[in-house]
């Protein structure tokens, strides 16, 4: 990560998904659309979802507690939570989070950057480590979209499902298996109108107006995003590989934001890279925001797919929009997920 040789390393890798499914056929049973449908242009068959009442944070402390677990850790410097979802306005989710899970005293901050939440949280905790100014670090995405969804929108409510996913970083060598190695992250604000939620800020309400309803909810302008994201992706992927000093080919697992089956296919084929190296949960679990990354991770660790020693590159794409990925080669780190979910 620096030229001094000092690199966050993974050590701990943790997930979590609300016991709550809701599978295509229940939705098929509320809205007009269907579990073939869902299916065909999504590779999506179930998400998750949180009861009422329930909130981000109480996801992302138990994903937040399985990393820690995982990596046998019982302190942090930081806590950086990644949501779009946060359980307030104000203030941050991660204070929350840190304390609940007995990290009280620890640099606790949440991260805004959608799906690419993640991947951005990484990076940061990513650069107090290698920069010295941490020793280590709870990286947690967690967001709960089923709560910014408006309850008729067919689209978004067939693609978003609820969960949490979390690694543990400490400061090591650059050597190491787990050392984050290559980092590329970008945006694109003139493009900010295709992931919204219009009302519930300073410039809706400085207005002094009630907010319109349909303003509260999440819109996305599907084609346009399911585009941008191959293109940014696929780039992305290529860009960190390089910075990792790997050819794209020698990579053998690519772990993306799951947005749609297709657009991991389209990304593999633009990249050129057998699709087996794409590993997938979104069948089981949907897109989960900030959470995705790491669900898929701990998924991909638990089924033997992603194995200690591969060349990985994790990578993201969402609103604002922004993008960005990180490469590793996997440490020998075992996953610690729920146990209803999401691997059956
Ligand atoms: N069930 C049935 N029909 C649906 C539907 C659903 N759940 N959702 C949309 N449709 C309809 C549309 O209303 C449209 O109908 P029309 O032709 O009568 O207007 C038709 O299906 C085609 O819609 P379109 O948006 O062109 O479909 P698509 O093939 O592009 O698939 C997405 C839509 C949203 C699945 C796809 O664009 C996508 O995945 N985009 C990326 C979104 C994403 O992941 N965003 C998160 C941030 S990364």
Redesign the pocket.
Same mark, same amino acid.
């Given at each position: 990560m620096n030229d001094i040789g000092r690199a966050a390393v993974v050590t701990g890798l943790g997930a979590w998904v609300p016991p709550t499914v809701l599978t295509n056929e229940e939705l098929a049973g509320r809205?007009?659309?269907?579990d073939e449908?869902?299916r065909s $242009?999504?590779g999506i068959r179930r998400r998750h979802v949180i009861a009422p009442g329930e909130a981000t944070g109480d996801l992302a402390v138990e994903a937040g507690k399985r990393a820690l677990k995982s990596a046998g850790a019982s302190s942090a410097d930081v806590v950086v939570v990644a949501t779009s979802t946060p359980d307030h306005p104000c203030p941050a989710t991660a204070p929350d989070v840190a304390d609940r899970l007995g990290l009280t005293g620890a640099a606790a901050f949440d991260i805004a950057a959608?799906?690419t939440g993640f991947v951005y949280a990484l990076g940061t905790a990513a650069g107090l480590i290698a920069s010295g100014f941490a020793q280590s670090a709870l990286v947690i995405g967690a967001d709960t979209f089923s709560t910014i969804l408006a309850p008729g929108d067919?689209?978004t409510? @067939?693609?978003f499902g609820d969960g949490a996913g979390a690694v543990y970083l400490r400061a090591g060598s650059a050597a190491e298996p787990g050392a984050l190695m290559g980092l590329h992250l970008g945006s694109d604000g003139s493009r900010r109108d295709l992931?919204e939620v219009r009302a519930g800020g300073s410039r809706q309400r400085s207005t002094g107006l009630p907010a319109e309803e349909a303003d509260t909810y999440f819109t996305?302008a599907?084609?346009a995003?399911?585009s941008q @994201?191959v293109r940014n992706m696929a780039a992305s992927v290529r860009s960190t590989a390089r910075l990792a000093g790997w050819d794209t080919e020698d990579v053998d697992r690519v772990v993306l934001?799951q @947005?749609?089956a $297709?657009?991991l296919a389209a990304v593999a084929d633009q990249i050129d890279l057998p699709a087996d190296r794409f590993p997938s949960n979104i069948d089981r679990v949907g897109?989960t925001v900030a959470a995705s990354i790491p669900l898929a991770l701990a998924d991909a660790c638990a089924a033997g797919d992603v194995r200690p020693g591969q060349r990985v590159v994790l990578g993201g794409?969402?609103?604002g929009l922004t993008w960005g990925s990180v490469a590793l080669v996997w440490p020998d780190v075992p996953a610690v997920g729920p146990d209803h979910a999401p691997g059956s």
């Open positions: 809205l007009d659309t269907s449908w869902i $242009r999504t959608v799906c067919r689209t409510r @067939a693609i992931i996305m599907g084609r995003v399911f @994201a934001h @947005a749609n $297709r657009i897109n794409f969402g609103g």
